[in-house]
């Protein structure tokens, strides 16, 4: 899906601000004909409550009750169209609103999404009247269950498995708040009736300096026609026509003498297209574009033929009362940190980020681990739909996502077998990630895979066979031997050797932390102090650093988030190097002198 854009033929209305809102905790809405309007809401007459889009309801209406909200609410927004959109395609594109919604147009339905965290566009021209007031109604909804992905856990489960001490209210598989709303901008935009639908473009480095892009363009009902392409940034100017035949065209570009994208030098060729039937032009798109490869050879990554090491962090899209909500600041903010720390990388965890972002990535040159969000799939519970929704899921972020140079590898999910079900060693999970993986591959040759891998699941993980780099997350020192950080690094060395014996491929550490109090201090290794935090990271990039098979360290987590309650949480998971304010702990100093000795490693 492309990313809205205005130019000579398209344009865009952006909807955010304040919008009326409603609860329906008895999912009445939809039998009173909320989606006419709010109006019709009893609950809307009384208090006439408004929200921002986006942002999360949790935090921005705590105090009507809804920090812990899960269930449905209706959200309107009344708007003028200009006349002269007259006879033109219209869309209504909603960036993300998690995790169910469906959307009315002046009463009438427009249509449902069901995967959260992924923009979606729905055709409005035929409801929508140019001209006049018109109205939008999102019904949203932020419950999961047994095949949604992520995979929800309904609260009878801990009893019924034995595990009460695991409750976490509101309910959830994973270690980060369920926030529900619209999270993303929801724009109105207005295309030409022929159009470009997708763009995709795949890069590769040939021998003296020569890079090569095969450019794929899929347009709408044009049967045919001509895409006239012109790329420029570089040196020189270079054209391609590309025919397009079944609404498909595809064209390979050499260029000479290339500037590849690395992180060092995150450059960026302009791509832009032309739609042209009969002579005329009738759409145009423009996409950045950054030429650069990313292999695995043997036991390391590859950016540009050179050995890349990433440094970084495992992240949240999470901050006070926004929640998961689009928070440009804080995408400028954070990006700062990273680099000021010396980190080249960091992963999505545990779900896709926003497109914003991942253009901010693309222009400042991070390494990204782009991660679905099957996040601790229980396979006890796995059925069909999950299976359905999980691969709808990837070939939807693939298709958002695939044309970011950023965008290194794909994370199919995160820790399967979180909780240690035996069907999992019984082929269940052999089988799923062979589906799974594959799927993503076939759409995708171009970038390695993985799936991070929980303690529980260890060293017979079926995954590790079908990933193309081993990614763990391991909790030495916290959750295992607790406080003991010699006993700890000596056992994980132990598995990471044991690992590489075994599969020998790369190994990656995508998670590693401790929770750390701001403010708390010790001489002894005593958990929670900000010494222990930053002397438990140390320790464990200095024998990352030492095996040879590793391919980078990512510490969990770059700030502290928000999570369902539970004893073993304050709060927040404690984990960040930054508070949630991002104020920096010791381990952050810490980690800005590690990385920094390690400057030329992981600069291509
Ligand atoms: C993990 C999960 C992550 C948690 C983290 C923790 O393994 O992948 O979502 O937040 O552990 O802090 O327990």
Redesign the pocket.
Known sequence: MLYPITNKFRTIIDLSGFWKFSIDSDKIGEKEKWFEGLCHSKEYQKSNIEIAVPGSWNEQLEEIGLLHYVGSAWYEKDFYLPVELNGKKILIRIGSADYNSKVWINNKLAGENNLGFLPFELDITDIIEPGKENRVVMLVNNELNDGSIPQGIKPEYYSKENRLREETYPATR???FPFGGIHRPVIISIIPENHFEQIKIETFVKPSNEGLAIVKVWTNSLADGEVSLIISGGSNQLKKQIEIQNNFGEAEVVILQCKFWSNKDPFLYNFNFQLIKDGNIIDEYSLPAGIREVKVEGNKLLLNGKEIFLKGF?KHEDFNVIGKGLFLPLIVKDFGLMKWCNANSFRT??YPYSEELMSYADRNGFLIIDEAPA??LDFRHVNEQTLVNHKEFIQRLIDRDCNHPSVIMWAAG??PN?VGEEIYFNGAGKEYWREVINFTKSLDPTRPVTV?N?QRAGIEDPVFEFCDIISI?R?YGW?EHPGQLDKAIEALSQEMDEIYSRYKKPILIT?F?A?TMPGYHSTSDQMFTEEFQAKLIEMYIKLIDSKDYTIGEQV??FADFK?PQNFRRVVL?L?GVFSRDRAPKLAAFRLKDLWSAKKGIGEV
């Open positions: 994973f270690d980060f495992g965890s545990h996040v601790s995160n820790e979180l991070p929980c997350n909790y959750y998670e932390g929770d969990w987590n999570t998971n984990k």
